[in-house]
């Protein structure tokens, strides 16, 4: 058994939900070698310094997210892929603390493949930014104003994918007009949508 961390103490204490099924989670994470930390505000579990899995809490479920998921066999076909932008990260999800508690061999047989994924180095092939579609609007801005274009195209792969998936959510024109519009001054300063 690992060593706790005792900011996980604190979470699992201050939980207002998914208490018992976090400490039963935790119990078989914990049963294996990664080492126990709190980031993002919530438990992750780490092998040499690498994330492997968070435990999280949601208002319909609790879940494990494998944060490399994607390159898991999942076996089991319990892996959930929470929408279609996301290439690596792949959930388990519970809804009580029986259920967890029935899948242990197999929460630990996945734990322990990605951890064998750690060992290994291997990485997501993630899709180029360049194959994700650019909001008809967000074009029309890139097109009018080259300053925009270069600072866009200056930003980091994941800076740009975060925008573009954003400003493709609305179904209304306006609506992601009005985001676009936000949010020009930020690409213009070379930063990401949530820096």
Same mark, same amino acid.
């Given at each position: 058994?690992?060593?706790? +961390? ?14 018992? #099924? ?25 092998? +040499? ?52 508690? #029935? ?33 008809? #609007? ?42 676009? #519009? ?6 213009? +300063? ?6």
């Amino acid at each position: 058994m690992h060593e706790k +961390n005792p900011k996980v103490d604190v979470f699992l204490d201050s939980a207002d939900q998914w208490q018992e #099924e976090f400490r039963k989670l935790r119990m078989i994470l914990l049963d294996s070698p990664l080492t126990e930390e709190l980031k993002w505000g919530v438990p992750c579990y780490t092998f +040499n310094g690498n994330n492997v899995v968070l435990m999280h809490g949601f208002k319909e479920y609790c879940a494990l997210l494998f944060i490399k998921g994607s390159l898991l066999k999942d076996v089991n076909t319990i892996l959930i892929r929470q929408t279609e932008n996301v290439q690596a990260g792949r959930q388990i999800r519970f809804t009580g603390v029986q259920e967890i508690a #029935e899948l242990e061999p197999i929460l630990k047989a996945y734990i322990q493949e990605a951890i064998e994924i750690e060992k290994a180095g291997l990485k997501v092939e993630f899709k180029p930014t360049a194959e994700f579609a650019i909001p008809e #609007e967000f074009q029309k801005k890139l097109h009018e104003n080259p300053a925009l274009e270069a600072a866009f195209h200056a930003l980091t792969p994941g800076r740009q994918r975060a925008y573009l998936f954003y400003f493709s959510q609305p179904k209304q024109s306006k609506t992601r007009e009005s985001r676009i #519009e936000k949010y020009i001054p930020h690409i213009l +300063n070379g930063k990401g949508l949530n820096d």
